[in-house]
Nanobody, 127 residues
Framework: QVQLVESGGGLVQAGGSLRLSCAAV????????MTWFRQAPGKEREFVAAIQWSKSSTYYADSVKGRLTISRDNAKNTVYLQMNSLKPEDTGVYYC????????????????????WGQGTQVTVSS
């Protein structure tokens, strides 16, 4: 069993930065991919960024390219999301998810393919 614990959310003005963390609590942790999703009020959960755990290859939604950066620290079983140049439309609850088995890159946005989810952390960007 894997528990994902997120932290780092908060309130920030437009143009500001935040760094989210997602720590996996598990005796052994070796996912295939770790992904950040977000969900704004009244909207569906959407893909933000993904990182392949072993290769460190990264993938981003077009709306966040150049502003958000996903990274991981294998030794700490932690994935990060550095968010710069934040916009009000980045507001939402951010969730990390772990896919333990192979998921094709074209399926990274499919929430049903992930095995474990964090509890979510609120990010609010004021204009």
């Amino acid at each position: 069993q894997v528990q994902l614990v997120e932290s780092g959310g908060g309130l920030v003005q437009a143009g500001g930065s935040l760094r989210l963390s997602c720590a996996a609590v598990s005796r052994t942790f070796s996912p295939y991919v770790m992904t950040w999703f977000r969900q704004a009020p009244g909207k569906e959960r959407e893909f933000v960024a993904a990182i392949q755990w072993s290769k460190s290859s990264t993938y981003y939604a077009d709306s966040v390219k150049g502003r958000l950066t996903i990274s991981r620290d294998n030794a700490k079983n932690t994935v990060y999301l550095q968010m710069n140049s934040l916009k009000p439309e980045d507001t939402g609850v951010y969730y990390c998810a772990a896919g333990m088995d192979y998921i094709g890159t074209f399926n990274y946005a499919r929430t049903g393919l992930y095995d474990y989810w964090g509890q979510g952390t609120q990010v609010t960007v004021s204009s």
